[in-house]
């Protein structure tokens, strides 16, 4: 008996078990000190949320993450004959994927700052996010429902729209994303890691907006740091070794409280 599966339930499935899978793997050097940008100690010290509840929040958005996914491929129609009749070239494909990233980039920028600056949004939902001050993979997700749906989700869904992307196409570029989100807030330095080869926004980056130092800088998530640049929120950073063991990430310019 033949068994198909649609690109559409691919596209909605395949980035929620690649942010477990993915998750675990950090987890499996989570217990390694030598690449922790904190010690365990911070970690379950400084933290201000329990993680059995920061997965049932991720779960949650997980949950909402799908929904919206269906409803989504469900408006634009099926990918089967998009994919019999049109061959996208690898040009076709880059230039969907570039346009997914700057539109996700862009709208989480914007969206991530205003909720740090509106003092009611911050307070009663971004503020859930920074409960999380020394970072882990699995709650790379874990937000207030409402900020899930608004930065994530549906920044995802105008990325999909915007770039004229295919379902098939979905698939990879949202586990692709998925992944990159996952490994900035892991909280780990590990070498030869090539998102820190090719994008200055990465675990050590995101790091820094994680702390109380630098809430209001470091804003840009999840692949480029071109927003925090021309907008002044960019701080930048050395990256040094803790006696202790590990890294330490350190601002190289005095923070101003506002």
Not at 171 to 197: E, Q, R
């Amino acid at each position: 008996m033949e068994f198909n599966v649609s690109d559409e339930f691919l596209g909605t499935v395949a980035p929620l078990v690649v942010y477990w899978l993915y998750s675990g793997f950090y987890v499996l050097f989570g217990s390694q000190d030598k690449y922790r940008l904190h010690t365990k100690k911070e970690e379950d010290d400084k933290n201000l949320v329990s993680k059995r509840t920061v997965v049932k929040g991720v779960l949650l958005q997980q949950a909402i993450q799908a929904i919206v996914a269906i409803i989504l491929f469900t408006v634009t129609g099926s990918d089967e004959d998009a994919t019999l009749n049109k061959n996208h070239s690898l040009f076709d494909l880059a230039r969907q994927f570039f346009t997914a990233m700057v539109v996700i980039d862009t709208w989480q920028y914007f969206m991530h700052r205003y909720m740090h600056q509106n003092k009611f949004l911050y307070r009663h939902i971004h503020s859930l996010h920074h409960r999380l001050i020394v970072p882990y993979a699995f709650g790379a997700l874990y937000n207030h429902p409402l900020e899930g749906l608004l930065l994530d989700t549906i920044g995802g869904a105008l990325a999909f729209l915007i770039s004229g992307m295919s379902p098939r196409t979905s698939i990879f570029f949202f586990s692709f994303a998925t992944i990159k989100t996952v490994d900035d807030h892991c909280g780990l330095w590990l070498p030869g890691n090539l998102f820190h080869v090719f994008f200055w926004n990465n675990s050590a980056y995101h790091d820094v907006h994680h702390q109380l130092y630098g809430t209001k800088y470091n804003y840009s998530q999840p692949f480029f740091i071109v927003w925090d640049k021309i907008f002044g929120t960019y701080m930048p950073y050395s990256l040094e070794k803790r006696e202790s063991g590990g890294f330490e990430v350190r601002p190289v310019k005095d923070v101003k409280d506002d």
